[in-house]
């Protein structure tokens, strides 16, 4: 099916088609189902210790007045945008979150999404299994200022199944994994779970972050990654992500 009613609808149609989403956080992996760990502490948690050096990808820290890795400026996005190929959306036919492996093990006992949650956070500390127990977070989406991992979910900037309507279903395994896990590229970052599945797996045309100063960031993001990995854009998202893009300072 095309880019179904459901999600047309808006919040509430998300609500209910969860499980097509592509980001995810807490209590979900990916597209609003369980995932295998929660990100806040559990009652037989060990004592907090200082969080342990992460892989270097997913240490690489935002540039100055970013706060997503790999981004880059207004007239490289407008660029990249320029070339990308615009394509009606695919069908949802064969998808399944499943086929986009996440969260992939990061090393030190960390995953995709804790490595994620110590990256966005200020004075994060984690247990001895990689959970984050405490730290403070703000939320690009809507501004929101978060203090327990247990209310963020990992936001994939180009939804799993935006990414599938848009190429990634003629991927292999590996490139879908590296997609889905993408610590390099402004492809993952924690927000706020009502911002993250507010937004479901709808393209900038159909929802935007309620905060208009995270504008700037988000159409240069989305952009980045869809140009990183050859994914198509439709008329209309083009047209949205040109509006966000001219909302960056020159």
């Known amino acids: 099916m095309n880019r179904h009613t459901g999600v047309r609808g808006g919040v509430v149609a998300v609500a209910l088609l969860l499980g097509m989403s592509g980001c995810g956080g807490t209590g979900s992996s990916g597209d609003g189902k369980p995932e295998r760990k929660p990100g806040g502490a559990s009652p037989s948690a060990q004592a907090p210790v200082p969080a342990s050096p992460a892989p270097s990808a997913g240490d690489a820290k935002p540039a100055s007045g970013d706060v997503l890795p790999g981004m880059v400026s207004a007239a490289v996005a407008r660029t990249q945008l320029a070339s990308l190929t615009t394509g009606k959306p695919g069908t949802m036919a064969g998808y399944s979150r499943d086929k986009f492996t996440h969260w992939a093990e990061q090393g030190n006992k960390c995953d995709t999404r ?92 159909l929802w935007q972050p309620p905060d208009k100063a995270s504008w700037c960031q988000y159409g240069r993001a989305w952009t980045t990654v869809k140009s990183h990995y050859g994914l198509t854009v439709t008329d209309a998202e083009r047209a949205m992500l040109t509006t966000m893009i001219d909302t960056c300072a020159s």
């Not at 804790?114 to 989406?141: F, H, I, M, N």
């Not at 979910?153 to 991927?171: F, K, Q």
């Not at 590996?174 to 937004?199: E, H, Y």
Request: proline share 3%.
């Open 114 to 205: 804790e490595t994620v949650l110590r990256r966005d956070g200020a004075d994060v500390t984690q247990d001895s299994e990689c959970r984050a127990v405490s730290g403070s977070w703000k939320s690009l989406y809507d501004g929101v200022a978060v203090n327990e991992a247990s209310k963020l979910d990992i936001d994939h900037m180009v939804p799993l199944a935006e990414a599938w309507r848009s190429g990634a279903s003629g991927w292999d395994a590996a490139k879908r994994k590296a997609f889905a896990n993408d610590l390099t590229r402004p492809q993952l970052l924690a927000v706020s779970a009502a911002s993250n599945r507010s937004k479901g797996d709808q393209s900038p045309d």
